[in-house]
């Protein structure tokens, strides 16, 4: 007997930062009754599924009102009566009622909603955990743990170019044993950071915040704090170069603190990292429409990740582009930068076809959901940028993880 969808209600929340989202909740006629809420990015690429906002003076302009109301009253009654397993046909529903390119006449904070609480309660209908529901069981691969530790950026006042320092973890002999890592390493970086520099408070984001930082001071505390953890062996570090916010397409090259450089020069100094460092990972290392650089910086680092994020933004139609140019070699999944999870899934079957690796993303406006973290297990992620283990809503996707792990080898025994 199929279980279907009796009652859908969204509502306006708070999520990481402060600011409002869409949380729904759906009701199914065996009586279940769950809830799913949307993350919210800053940085964000124009090829994104589009955010519904109402403007005027509540939460400046921010309020999600309006996306409520289109959930309540435009997508509930279109997919009411629906079986609740079948999300390739409740996605498709949502995308023909908005009827968009980018989701932009629902917003995709409201079509994201129904579409992640589908899933929620498909799994829960068929007694299934989230991850196998929806990677099936070939869904038994943990992410390796992706950190941002230092930030820097247009949204930083530490004076960095680049947008997330990151350490990459790799090696480790359970999940469990890179959480208790990254927590380490995390607590010994302030610690060292505060006692040079001083720290700046930074309450949106809880990264270290530092003044007269650069890259090579960043690059060379973080090893030395791997060094004194005693994992220096199974640490890497990573960059999310933001490449968008540095672009100045007027003069086409890239704003840097000694001066405008071109893509050529960028090239260079992307190399020169890697061969001074243990860089692993380059996140949108040029501007999202830039395919050339990223085909040429993919063929000069074939041993290093070269990710889109918002190259790609878990487009499978964007990701198609990529791999016929190849440029980059690893997608990172967002399930918000698409709207919809059948979507996500497809991307992220693309890319594992095409032999790319996946990282799955937090966004910067989470909430306690802990979908993603099902996710990144589902599709099978080589990473996930989780953030600094710093904050409930992303302790509870590491706490997520770090249960799915005792689900998986409590199966195996």
Known sequence: MSVKIEQIYAREILNSRG?????????????LTVAASVPSGTSTGKYEALEIYDGGSRYHGKGTRKAVENVNQILAPAVIGMDVTDQRKIDRRLIELDGTKQKSR????????????????????????????????????LPNVMSTVISGGAFSPS?????????????????HDQVEAISDMRALLQKRCAEKYGVIADFANMQLL??????????ETMLSVARQVGCEKHVFLGLDVAANELFDAQKSCYNMKSGCMEAERLIEYYQQLCRNYPLLYIEDAFHEDDWLHFSQLTSLL???????????????????MGI????????????????????ALKT???AKNNRFEITASLRSGET???????????VGAKQMKLGSPVRGERNGKYNRLMRIEDDLMSAVI
């Open 19 to 31: 600011k409002p989202t869409v949380e729904v909740e759906m009701t199914c006629t065996n009586g």
């Open 159 to 175: 004076g960095l170019e680049f947008e997330d320092y990151l350490y990459v973890l790799d090696g480790f002999s359970s999940f």
């Open 106 to 141: 629902l917003g995709g904070n409201a079509i994201l909603g129904v579409s992640l609480v589908a899933a929620r309660a498909g799994a829960l209908a068929l007694g299934l955990p989230l991850y196998r529901y929806l990677g099936g069981l070939s869904a038994t691969r």
């Open 348 to 350: 992220a079957a693309m």
């Open 368 to 378: 306690n959901d802990t979908f993603q973290a099902d996710l990144a297990v589902a």
């Open 324 to 343: 016929e140019k190849k440029a980059a070699n690893t997608l990172l999944l967002k399930v918000n930068q698409i709207g919809t999870v059948s979507e």
């Open 210 to 219: 530092v003044t007269e930082f650069i890259k090579k001071e960043a690059f």
């Open 302 to 320: 074939p041993e290093k990740q070269i990710v889109g994020d918002d190259l790609f933004a878990t487009n499978d139609e964007r990701l198609k």
